[in-house]
């Protein structure tokens, strides 16, 4: 992932350097012109002869004016050329280069003092031309013809600059190198998506690459439209508008694509169905391309009407579909919802209103804004992806938590099943002799008068120790707390409050129970006591002098809460997740089988026990049981 973020910040450097071009030609622009023409003579002819002379071209009929200013006239029926006479003004030694940034046409010629000075002839159907015309001081005030045929757009939308040579290619390049830069970050970028293809899962493929068919159509199609390119290599330039109406049919069914895979089919299918309809009519533009190139454009008309007018109208279709879409999500609060429709607007805002732009002025817009949509859409997809990313990375790691977590719970299940196992089977057999050596040895300890009294009564000490654990294991593998009634936790915490005080006092501490009248649980009374004796006898031990216990009861809904907590040493966390282990005790004596016997019975009880605990700050146990109505 570390790649596809250094190309977002090269992506986004990029841009920088583009807006950068775009101002200082704003900027300076002005500087470089000597002076412009803004008025200049049509004549629409039938017919487009490039070997007219000069007297001819002046008989031509119908020869009107027309300027930047007043709207294009309309183009008369059957007509399929336009002559275009500049009267050039007085021109100064090193000032008398002609720029004209865009004129529409197939073919073009230029005549000046009787002589072809240029010409240029297009068989495909980009028709944004751009002239540079080096003429010389001794033209001034003479006529430059200019013929254009074309029966789509055709003639000059604006201003005619003159100035210097150098000066006025360098700001024709100033104003086009940013449309250049820009589609090649968007291919810098796939091509690095396309790279990091080998580190991703094989669920976020598809909406991976998806999203790189996107950014790469996209690159193509921004730098083919722009005229610099046909201007530079106009050799080439019938590859360039077959690219752009390649990665045109590539873009839409692929971006209707990401969008389902991030938002789903939509209502009744709606977004799948229409993207399988882009699928089927882009593998038919493409059939037609390819026969339109096979028979050396001979079907040119019907390509253009299939894949110029005909797929902008579905393009208007696909931006309201997709709109609406996000628009139902943005109001049911999808994050990625709002995230693609914000840049979505601007996008299809832009595009959208360009198009119907377009076609309102009968094709002589020139489509510029939504160069910028895409740009602003593309980074709201970055986002969602990135978002989805880290979202799946969450969940990743939620998933590796929780299997760690039943990987413990698996081995503390095997380790109890183990014990379970061992101490049905030891139990019993060990605990008769422990009972009949400790009687022996007791009636050797009440004969004895003398010093070897004391080491007998240690010995019965530890034998009363051995049949402590022994009890342990029993309670652990015959968890039933025998009879069940109903159990009042005041009553039953009064007992157990009497048989501890005593203990913390010794140690220091205190003990301090709060517990309502009020309070009913299910289950054996002498199990109850032993379960939370242990609970609180690890509270008392953990003082290590004065401190205080404090428990409290309360009921929740449907379970009834015990809250066991002090101020003692506390436990780390690493401590603190193995507690009810067999054989794992903090206690220098301990066995481990106290608190798992705690946790057997809770857990019989149809209850559930979390500690709590932070070094040095103390311990909370917290016990829930199913209420139990007196």
Request: proline share 2%; charged share 20%.
């Amino acid at each position: 992932m570390k790649g596809l973020f250094k190309a977002i910040a090269i992506f986004c450097g990029l841009l920088f350097v583009a807006y950068c071009a775009y101002l200082l030609e704003s900027s300076g622009g002005k500087e470089t012109i000597e002076r412009t023409i803004n008025e200049w003579e049509i004549a629409w002819t039938n017919e487009f002869d490039t070997n007219m002379t000069e007297q001819e071209l002046e008989k031509l009929q119908g020869w009107t004016m027309t300027s930047t200013s007043t709207p294009a006239s309309e183009r008369p029926k059957g007509s399929t050329s336009q002559w275009i006479k500049i009267k050039l003004p007085e021109l100064r030694p090193g000032l008398s280069t002609i720029l004209i940034d865009k004129i529409y046409g197939k073919h073009i010629v230029v005549i000046l003092n009787g002589m072809k000075i240029y010409e240029s002839e297009r068989n495909y159907t980009y028709e944004i031309n751009s002239l540079l015309l080096p003429l010389d001081h001794v033209d001034s005030n003479k006529d430059l013809y200019i013929g254009v045929s074309s029966r789509n757009r055709i003639g000059i939308p604006d201003e005619i600059q003159i100035g210097a040579y150098q000066e006025l290619i360098q700001k024709y390049v100033k104003g086009n190198i940013a449309e250049f830069i820009l589609g090649s970050t968007l291919i810098f970028i796939a091509i690095i998506m396309l790279a990091c293809t080998i580190f991703l899962r094989s669920d976020n493929l598809t909406i991976w690459l998806s999203l790189c068919g996107v950014f790469l159509s996209s690159g193509v199609i921004v730098i083919t439209y722009s005229s610099f390119l046909y201007w530079l290599f106009e050799d080439i330039g019938k590859l360039y508008a077959t690219l752009f109406d390649a990665a045109l049919f590539v873009l839409l069914p692929t971006f209707t694509f990401f969008f389902e895979k991030v938002f789903g089919a939509g209502y009744y299918s709606i977004i799948r169905r229409f993207r399988n309809f882009q699928i089927y009519y882009s593998t038919f533009c493409f059939l037609v391309l390819i026969m339109n190139e096979a028979t050396s454009s001979q079907y040119l008309t019907f390509y253009s009407f299939i894949t110029s007018q005909l797929l902008g109208y579905i393009m208007i279709v696909q931006f309201l579909l997709l709109l609406s879409v996000t628009t139902v999500y943005t109001i049911q609060k999808n994050k990625d919802a709002v995230i693609f429709t914000i840049g979505f607007l601007i996008f299809a805002g832009l595009g959208l209103g360009e198009l119907i732009w377009f076609y309102s002025q009968n094709s002589y817009y020139d489509l510029y804004l939504w160069k910028w949509g895409v740009v602003s859409f593309l980074i709201s997809l970055i986002i969602i992806l990135g978002r989805r990313f880290a979202e799946n990375h969450e969940q990743v790691v939620e998933y590796s938590k929780q299997l760690e977590m039943f990987n413990n719970e698996l081995q503390r299940s095997e380790k109890m099943e183990i014990i379970s196992e061992m101490a049905a089977s030891v139990a019993h057999e060990v605990r008769n002799p422990l009972q009949v050596t400790r009687g022996f040895l007791q009636l050797l300890a009440e004969k004895q008068q003398n010093s070897d009294k004391v080491y007998l009564n240690m010995a019965l000490d530890e034998l009363d120790r051995a049949s402590n654990i022994i009890t342990d294991f029993l309670t652990f593998a015959k968890p039933e707390v025998g009879k069940v009634t109903t159990l009042n936790l005041l009553e039953e915490f009064i007992h157990i409050e009497g048989i501890l005080v005593p203990m913390a006092n010794l140690q220091g501490g205190k003990i301090n129970v709060n517990i309502p009248n009020n309070l009913f649980i299910k289950g054996n009374s002498s199990k109850f006591k032993q379960a939370i004796i242990n609970i609180i006898k690890n509270s008392i031990e953990s003082l290590q002098g004065e401190g205080d216990i404090q428990v409290w009861a309360y009921k929740d809904n449907d379970s009834v809460f015990v809250h066991i907590k002090d101020n003692g040493e506390g436990m780390d966390s690493d401590v603190l997740a193995r507690l009810g282990e067999p054989y794992f005790s903090n206690k220098t004596k301990g066995t481990g089988l106290g608190l798992m016997v705690t946790f057997r019975i809770i857990e019989v009880m149809q209850g559930e026990v979390k500690f709590l605990s932070e070094k040095g700050v103390g311990t909370e146990a917290i016990i829930r049981f199913p209420s139990k109505e007196p």
